[in-house]
């Protein structure tokens, strides 16, 4: 409660009232003063929003009476200087705020990319944007982040979080620490992938944050190799005008299911100049992907000098040959 | 003393040796768009081949495959396990003028051979 009161003939008086930052001159929150209420008896209760980090605080209240009378008259009685007529009186109160409880809040968790780690020999790694806000009194937080692939049974990957470590304080002044692009491995499988974030303040876990972001689908690149191309024999007709050529191939699709529109074909050329091309059928597409595939082709013996195969795919990064 | 004859040995793997295999013509066929084409195929396959099993395509000038390519898969073998000069008769899709040729894919699954050929080309100068 706070009070001021006037003797004698002061005439209107003008009070205000601050918060202030405990040993700064600095105002934090300027109060409103009812003259009604601060000059009764009862006094005024101020009632202020405060930051809910921990702070000490000044409650500075002043009183002047700009209405008071004449300087030749007061000029005995005042305690201010020269020819100021203004009577003045101050009071200040310190009192410390403890802070809040720590306050955690999941303010982002946004997915921004799929990308394989190397190849498709690798993992695949899905990024994502993380904000979290802390407050002062949390003294940072830790957490993980939890990938989920097609249902949440089905978790293929986390990492632990540290408020330290991974993310930086973006925004001190908010407690806001973010995290860009942070991403999280799986196995390179087609799919829908999510994730689920969960932070806290300590160990004991006595405040918490958790959120989960939508399914995105990540679908691999296709990659094309062909593993082995070889002549393995070839006969002569007896005429010496056809000529027999045994050929293995063996070829290899990556990126699990996207390479869907696979064409393979055997070429025979002479100098530039292709004699023969074959163009493998799907059956036998499957087959030279599970182990080497033979077959015999017969060309003119003329028209012989190398063979080639063209491995392609509309999803491929690169044709294979 | 008479020497005994002469008898080759029987052949214990299947060989295939396409002697003849030609595209001799190509005219309209009765449905529009479509053409009949007609080959001549000599195969000769030894003995132990079983179950030959045999394809073909046909490829025009610019190396695409024909669509619909409709035979007589039966006639096809019969020509193939005949040991004969055989006429058969092929219906595709195709434009009409241009170069084509077959391909023909004979396979026999106990021993995994699969032996590929293409025929003559015919060239069709007539525009029906």
Redesign the interface.
């Known amino acids: 409660m706070t009070r001021v009161s006037a003797n004698g003939d002061c005439g209107e008086l003008q009070v205000t009232a601050a918060l202030n930052e405990d040993g700064a001159e600095k105002e934090l929150y300027s109060l409103d003063v009812v003259m009604e209420k601060i000059t009764s008896e009862e006094g005024q209760t101020f009632e202020q929003t405060i930051h809910r980090d921990a702070l000490c605080y000044t409650l500075a209240v002043s009183v002047t009476a700009p209405e008071a009378q004449t300087v030749e008259e007061h000029q005995a009685l005042t305690t201010g200087e020269g020819y100021k007529n203004i009577l003045s009186a101050s009071q200040n109160h310190d009192q410390c705020f403890q802070g809040t409880k720590c306050n955690l809040d999941i303010q982002q968790l946004e997915w921004q990319s799929f990308y394989e780690v190397s190849d498709y020999s690798g993992n695949m790694a899905a990024a994502y944007d993380m904000q979290v806000y802390a407050e002062t009194s949390c003294n940072g937080f830790i957490g993980t982040l939890e990938l989920f692939y097609m249902n949440k049974d089905d978790k293929v990957g986390d990492v632990d979080l540290s408020s330290a470590s991974d993310f930086t304080l973006s925004d001190e002044e908010h407690g806001v620490y973010s995290a860009y692009d942070f991403a999280i491995e799986a196995d390179n499988l087609m799919g829908d992938y999510f994730a689920f974030l969960q932070v806290y303040n300590d160990k004991q876990q006595t405040e918490s944050d958790t959120a989960w972001t939508k399914s995105k689908l990540w679908s691999p690149p296709c990659y094309l190799v062909v593993d082995s191309f070889s002549k393995d024999g070839q006969e002569h007709?007896l005429s010496e005008h056809r000529v027999?050529i045994d050929l293995s191939l063996k070829l290899s699709n990556y990126g699990d299911q996207a390479c869907n529109s696979q064409e393979a074909y055997v070429e025979i050329l002479n100098g530039e100049v292709t004699t023969?091309?074959?163009?493998l059928?799907e059956t036998d597409l499957a087959a030279a992907n599970k182990a080497p595939f033979?077959?015999?082709?017969?060309?003119d013996s003329s028209s012989v000098s190398v063979a080639k195969v063209t491995y392609t795919d509309k999803n491929a990064e690169d044709d294979a040959v | 003393m008479i020497d005994p004859v002469y008898v080759a040995e029987a052949a214990t793997t299947c060989e295939i040796e396409v002697r003849e295999f030609c595209l001799t013509s190509m005219t309209a066929s009765q449905e529009e768009g479509r053409f009949d084409f007609k080959f001549d195929l000599q195969v000769v396959a030894a003995p132990v081949c079983e179950n030959l099993q045999a394809t073909l395509d046909i490829v025009d000038t610019q190396g695409e495959y024909l669509g619909n390519v409709k035979l007589n898969h039966d006639e096809l073998i019969d020509a193939i396990e005949c040991d004969c000069d055989k006429h058969f008769v092929v219906t595709a899709d195709a434009t009409g003028l241009g170069d084509y040729y077959g391909q023909i894919d004979i396979r026999e699954a106990s021993s995994g051979l699969i032996e590929i050929q293409d025929s003559c080309v015919y060239t069709n100068t007539v525009d029906q």
Request: a positive charge.
């Open positions: 007709s027999s023969f091309v074959h163009k059928s033979t077959f015999t082709v017969v060309v």
